[in-house]
């Protein structure tokens, strides 16, 4: 008898995007039925919340040796999406052994602004000789094989060339980054209609380098 889910498992502009979260911020428990989703910005915990219809209370949570509650956590259990996130390439403890995710090309972009969402960031500064603004684009991760997949598939649906992928002094995480002109077409491409689920404060930030060019 197959068990009912209460998610529904159909890929969508709205579901690719939370699954770029749970890949980023997101922990699968050993259990083999919690998700768990945790993070600083409460309204991208709500947004999940959201999108995938959950009843679930938002907890509050403090990390390491700090007593600072200053983290929301969303814990949730289904088994049959936990299984489907074994499936498409979501592991427990996934965060140094994460690798290509089986996201439907048409939803990449979805998935990569929560990706974008739950590690990236947009930094911006003046080139030192021409004195022009520059903008990166960079996505974290402990595990060089998602980055590597993700760098692909960008270069591959974005038709860009540019992208590398670098280690931090004293770090444990390696970054993905993209140059100026990379990083203004994935921008334009992740934030394609004002409706599509995102972080308000990073939207604004992409928004505002968009304007301008």
Known sequence: MKRKSNIDLIWSPEFAYVIGIIASDGNLSPSGRHINITSKDREM??????ILRLMNKIGRKARGYSKDKKYFVLQFGDINFYEFLLSIGLTPKKSKTIG??????????DFLRGCFDGDGS??????????????????TSASPAFLIWLLKSAQRLFVIEGGYIYSPKNKSVQILSFGKADSIKILHLMYYKKSVPALSRKRKIATGLLVGE
């Open 122 to 139: 947009l930094g911006t500064f003046r080139h030192p000789e021409s004195k022009h603004p520059q903008v990166r684009l960079r996505i």
């Open 45 to 50: 915990v709500e947004t999940v919340k959201s």
């Open 100 to 109: 290509a995710v089986a996201v439907p090309d048409k939803f990449f972009r």
